[in-house]
């Protein structure tokens, strides 16, 4: 497990601004965290460069392009050891409607989120893939009826910086 980095209260501030908009320029990060646009500049960098702040993507509606299918889905593999892991973290790697993948300790070895455009997609994927994959031995899924929250925020509270 890794370290966890020592912020300041302006760093997770910083932070909380950006997970709540990502496209804020470092005047708009100025105005939230209370610094100047070029001490947020660097800060911002330097967040960057410790890997506490990894990459930035869009928030897209999947049910807008089509994707009206929420699924989590257990998985339990044929076999427990390094190269059958390995063949169902590729299989997980090149399979694009699974957008998630946990490894679990439990009744399961992994629960993955998926998304697929309708149940026929789901039926082929589950058959189709996760099934007629030899390192794969059982799956169940459970289809999302309604999402009350879907948030990448982290519960950072500026107040109890760790300096």
């Known amino acids: 497990m890794q370290e966890a980095v020592k912020l300041d209260e302006f760093d997770l501030k910083l932070v909380a601004a950006i997970l709540r908009d990502g496209a804020l320029s470092n005047q708009g990060l100025s105005e939230r965290v209370g610094l100047s646009a070029s001490q947020c500049s660097r800060r911002h960098m330097r967040l960057i460069d410790l890997g506490v702040i990894k990459g930035y993507r869009a928030v897209v509606d999947a049910e807008m392009l089509g994707f009206a299918i929420l699924v989590f889905v257990r998985v339990t593999l044929a ?63 459970d289809i999302v009826l309604d999402s009350l929250k879907e948030e990448g925020r982290l519960p950072i509270h500026p107040e109890e910086a760790r300096t």
Request: no cysteine; glycine share 4%; proline share 2%.
């Open 79 to 141: 076999a427990h050891g390094p190269k059958n892991t390995r063949k169902f973290r590729d299989l997980v790697e090149e399979t694009d409607e699974i957008q998630e993948a946990h490894m679990l300790a439990g009744d399961a070895d992994y629960l993955l989120k998926v998304i697929v455009k309708d149940l026929a997609a789901l039926s082929d994927l589950v058959n189709g893939v996760l099934l007629a994959h030899d390192s794969v031995a059982r799956v169940r899924s």
